[in-house]
């Protein structure tokens, strides 16, 4: 990478955190210390740097992962701002909010092994960084609702599985799976 390429890259990834930070200004994460939305974003696209992902469009998608789906956020403006590519990876990651919670959570599981690679590696790096924090920074939920999460995260995961062995290994622990050939949403 020369480094005009390399300044583009850096250009357009901070672009995509100021971005995100401004989208998520009032947004609070729902864990007991209510932290500031931002540092998940933050987190997703950190977790693919330490799984050796460079990609320029997939980390400034990382950071915006969030802002269609819980900010008036557009796709148009994200297509203005950061172009077709890093507009369509969030897309492909936003839910619809208009389908009520389950439906969503069932398309995600339907969904995920047909997702682009760039795609698969967003959602591994969000359900990663959504299962690090139930665990570091727990919020009010009961066992049983924190449990539930852990094996639909994994189930979603499942579909991604393979893009990239680090995420795969790190999901892996998370979920408490130790063995090949086991899938994360079910022990």
């Not at 864990?31 to 987190?43: E, G, Q």
């Not at 994200?78 to 069932?106: H, N, Q």
């Not at 893009?163 to 408490?176: E, P, S």
Request: aromatic share 4%; glycine share 6%.
């Amino acid at each position: 990478m020369n480094s005009t390429t390399s300044s583009n890259a850096v250009s357009c990834i901070l672009n995509a955190a100021v971005f995100a930070a401004e989208k998520h200004r009032s947004c609070r994460r729902k864990d007991s210390d209510a932290t500031p939305y931002i540092n998940h974003p933050l987190r997703v696209a950190q977790i693919l740097t330490e799984s050796e992902i460079d990609d320029t469009d997939v980390l400034a998608a990382a950071l915006l992962h969030d802002t269609i789906e819980d900010t008036k956020t557009t796709y148009e403006e994200l297509v203005e701002r950061f172009g077709p590519a890093v507009a369509s990876l969030v897309a492909e990651v936003t839910d619809d909010k208009s389908l009520e919670k389950r439906e969503r959570k069932d398309l995600q599981v339907q969904s995920a092994p047909h997702k682009s690679d760039g795609a698969k590696l967003i959602k591994l790096a969000d359900k990663a960084s959504n299962l690090e924090d139930l665990i570091d920074h727990p919020p009010a939920w009961p066992a049983e609702r924190i449990a539930e999460y852990r094996r639909w995260a994994g189930l979603v995961a499942d579909g991604c599985r393979g893009v990239n062995v680090a995420l795969d290994h790190r999901i892996a622990k998370l979920c408490g799976i130790g063995g090949e050939g086991k899938t994360y949403g079910r022990s």
